[in-house]
Structures are given as structure tokens and as C-alpha cells.
């Protein structure tokens, strides 16, 4: 079936939120007809009447702010690292090959078992978070890098050559400009992962943010509390993966991943 480019366009207006919807309905109608306890799996009316309780308190707001800020510092190191580490494995071959044993151990180690060692090293604070943070976002990004500059094509170098191109001016116009997608491609996971380690920082050794008041509300057996805090950091992790997705269609508009989608719903 082919479906017109304004219809493309209002797809994801329509069926989000009926998914939404039915979800929603879903969940009353087994939480009423099957008569299960609130304080196991609450009703959605409890669940938005205490997300509107949540936004109500200060100190809600007060932890959306440590959590962001752990969340936007991680996620830049990683970006920053990332692109440097990734870049430098990228050029020089034979030390990727070196350190390949390495970099697969890390990136396969649970590093959810780091936090207890960076709470001893960084203490209760924002520092083990960002580290965490960054350590989950870096990896991904660090990879489609590696990747972007590899995929650089022999006969793109050689056209820079026989413009008696300085290795300078083929990195900046041809290496990052080739490397750029990739970079996105990390980064829109990288955001994802960076939100994840706050979160799960502030769950194990945290004392403060929205992970350390779902803590508080899962020991004070408030289910419907808990709903609404995982629904409150759904919403910043949607709303952070927004920001990269919307700054990828800045940077780079000229590549297919944005102008191809553009066209389809042009």
C-alpha cells in the first residue's frame, strides 16, 4: 500500500497516540475487571493524579536538575572522547589491532558493577553519575567514529591528493565531514545509554535525583509513585534523544538519513 507523503507525515500524530490510548485502557481494564491491588499495580487515574502531585513539589524539580545536569556532562565527555579516541584508532591501524582485545573486554564488562568502586573513588555526588554516564554513552559513539572513518572512500582521498590537499584540510573537509553521520549514530544511542547510567548511578549510590526518589518511593511501597517518577524520566530521556535527533537535521541536512527522510514526507 503507498500512502501519500502528507499521510507519512501525520503517521506517527496518529498512531502514538492511539497506541497510547489503548495501552492505557488496557491497563485499566485489567487492573478493574481482574480487581488487583492498588498497591501492587496501581489504577492509570492514581498514576496521574500522583504524576500531577510529583510536578507540584519543589523538590521534583530540584532532582530533574541533578539528574539532567549528570546526564549532559557524561553525555559531552563521552562525545568528546569518543570522537578523539575513535578518531586516533580510526587513522592509526595498527593500534586498534592492539588494543581490539581490550576495548571488546570493556565494552562486554557490566559496568552497572563499577558503581559501588566509582562511589568509593568519586563519592555519593554528581561525579560517580557522570562518570557512569559517560562510560555507558562512550562506547557506542567511540565505535560508529572508528567506523565513519574507515568508510571513507579511496577515491575521495585520492581526488583530495590531487588537489595537493594537506593531511590538515583532508581531515577537516573529507574525514569529518564523512564521519559526521556515524557520529550521530552514537550519539542518539550514546543519550540514551548516558540517561540509563545516571539513572541506575542514583538507584545504588546516589542521595540525590529522580533514581534516588524512585528508591524512596518503591521502599515507601508506593506503587503509583513509582509509575509516575518512571514516567517523568521516560518523558527527559524522550525529550533528550529529541534535542540530538533535531541537531543531526542541523549539522548534517546534506546526508540521506535526513533529506531522504524529508523527501518522503515532503
Keep these: 500500500m503507498t500512502m501519500s507523503p502528507r499521510m507519512l507525515k501525520a503517521l ?32 492509570p487515574q492514581a498514576v496521574a493524579e500522583s504524576f500531577v502531585q510529583l510536578l507540584s513539589e519543589p523538590r521534583t524539580w530540584s532532582a530533574v536538575a541533578v539528574t539532567v545536569s549528570e546526564v549532559i556532562f557524561g553525555f ?36 552497572v558493577a563499577f558503581v559501588p568502586l566509582f562511589v568509593i573513588w568519586f563519592g555519593f555526588g554528581l561525579t560517580s553519575k557522570v562518570v557512569l554516564s559517560a562510560l555507558l554513552a562512550f562506547f557506542p559513539i567511540m565505535l560508529n567514529v572508528l ?26 573537509q573529507l574525514d569529518m565531514r564523512s564521519l559526521q553521520p556515524y557520529l550521530f549514530a552514537g550519539m542518539e544511542v550514546g543519550i540514551v545509554l548516558a540517561t540509563i547510567g545516571a539513572i541506575v548511578g542514583e538507584y545504588l549510590g546516589g542521595n540525590n535525583g529522580l533514581g534516588n526518589m524512585v528508591v524512596s ?13 518512571i514516567l517523568l524520566l521516560s518523558i527527559i530521556g524522550l525529550v533528550l534523544y529529541l534535542i540530538v535527533n533535531e541537531a543531526k537535521r542541523f549539522v548534517i541536512p546534506w546526508h540521506e ?9 515532503a
Excluded: C
Excluded at 496518529?14 to 491491588?37: E, G, K, M, Y
Excluded at 518511593?217 to 517518577?229: E, G, P, V
Design 12 to 43: 506517527p500524530w496518529i498512531v502514538t497516540p492511539s497506541l497510547v490510548i489503548v495501552l492505557v485502557f488496557a491497563w485499566w481494564a485489567i487492573v478493574t475487571l481482574l480487581n488487583v491491588n492498588p498497591f501492587i499495580f496501581p489504577p
Design 76 to 111: 559531552l565527555i563521552a562525545v568528546v572522547l569518543g570522537v578523539v579516541v575513535g578518531v586516533v584508532l580510526g587513522k592509526v591501524h595498527w593500534l586498534e589491532l592492539s588494543l581490539r582485545p581490550l576495548i571488546v573486554i570493556a565494552q562486554v564488562a557490566p559496568k
Design 147 to 172: 567506523l565513519g572513518v574507515r568508510s571513507v572512500e579511496q577515491g575521495h582521498r585520492e581526488v583530495m591528493q590531487s588537489l595537493n590537499a594537506t593531511k590538515r584540510q583532508t581531515f577537516l
Design 217 to 229: 518511593a518503591m521502599n515507601s511501597l508506593d506503587a503509583a509513585r513509582t509509575f509516575a517518577l
Design 257 to 265: 538519513s535526513v533529506y531522504g527522510l524529508r523527501n518522503v514526507t
